[in-house]
């Protein structure tokens, strides 16, 4: 079998730890080589395709059987859609979700609109492009994040604001940034979760991970965001703002499994998928975002959520993406 490996990598001089988020979303090379190695103990040949304006001509060419899809796209508010498209145009099959829950995963306001249409608990929210517009019914204090990122961009330690001044500055200046409207939701204060699923029919969710602030400095944002994830705890830092297996009660851990359970079915997520969660006032999961492309960093003392959880789970990391690749040739039918 002759598989693609469709990615957009990091440049090699590129550091998240900078401060700048720009190419957040794509995978260092040394994650894109772990998982080719992973996918070649089950394949004939692995070809990296990079996820650019010319990865249409190398896959119409490239006569592949199958791609193993990881791209987070180049461009425009349905990125991560772009390559799927393509190979759905080519007839070649994929892993991870199609073309519309891609579609659908990035607009952070449109996968609300569909876990609300199917009853699971999610924040209040609204969608703005200037600040004066904000609805009255929305309770400080307000979490903001501009709608169409991944990988925290543009969530930083300013996005919590307590007043309708603060949200007028964070939100001109979000909207300046990244030219997209920002998503304000009401911000939750219960214990925050990330919760890795992995398979189809039925899919395996993974021991849940707790993200935890209270180690961090004092004056560090006490809630996820790029500081958080990509500085405070990066492979060079004493931070680790996770625990997994998660310290909850077998009642707690049913409830979370269920939320995410119907929020694989209802956005119609394939494969793989995280999402984050927290408690509200009532104490029940509360789904805040949702990634059907997930970082799948090797390295366990890069915390990387998706593999983290994994990792707990007892499989390796060859495991893990074997497990991804041959759940994707199952829905298709195929075989190795």
Do not use: H
């Amino acid at each position: 079998m002759k598989v693609a490996l469709t990615c957009n990598t990091l440049p090699p001089d590129y550091s998240r730890e900078s401060g700048d988020d720009t190419f957040a979303e794509f995978d260092a090379s040394s994650t894109i080589e772990a998982i080719r190695d992973a996918l070649l103990t089950s394949c004939d040949s692995v070809k990296i395709i990079e996820a650019d304006e010319n990865a249409y001509e190398k896959l119409l060419r490239g006569k592949f059987d199958f791609a193993f899809n990881i791209a987070e796209g180049v461009q425009g508010v349905a990125r991560e859609a772009q390559i799927p498209a393509m190979l759905e145009m080519l007839g070649i099959p994929y892993s991870g979700s199609g073309v519309t829950t891609l579609a659908i995963t990035l607009d952070k306001r449109r996968t609300k609109e569909v876990l609300m249409a199917n009853g699971i608990r999610t924040p209040r929210f609204q969608l703005l492009s200037r600040a004066e517009d904000l609805r009255s019914d929305l309770e400080f204090p307000l979490f903001l994040k501009p709608n169409g990122e991944g990988s925290s961009r543009g969530i930083t330690a300013k996005s919590l604001v307590n007043s309708k001044e603060e949200l007028k500055e964070v939100a001109t200046e979000m909207v300046t940034t990244y030219r997209q409207p920002v998503l304000v939701e009401e911000y939750l204060t219960g214990r925050e979760f990330t919760v890795g699923i992995v398979g189809n029919a039925p899919p395996e969710i993974l021991p849940i991970v707790e993200v935890s602030f209270e180690d961090l400095p004092e004056d560090a944002p006490k809630f996820d965001c790029y500081e958080v994830k990509w500085i405070y705890d990066s492979l060079d830092s004493e931070y680790d703002t996770t625990m997994c297996p998660a310290r909850i009660d077998d009642d707690l851990r049913s409830r979370i499994e269920v939320t995410a359970a119907r929020t694989f079915e209802a956005l119609e997520v394939r494969d793989l998928c995280r999402l984050d969660v927290r408690l509200d006032k009532d104490g029940e999961p509360s789904v805040f975002d949702v990634n059907a492309l997930p970082g799948l960093i090797p390295d366990p003392t890069e915390n990387s959520r998706f593999p983290k959880a994994a990792y707990a789970a007892g499989y390796s990391y060859e495991e893990l993406i074997g497990k991804v690749f041959n759940a994707a040739l199952a829905r298709e039918g195929m075989s190795r």
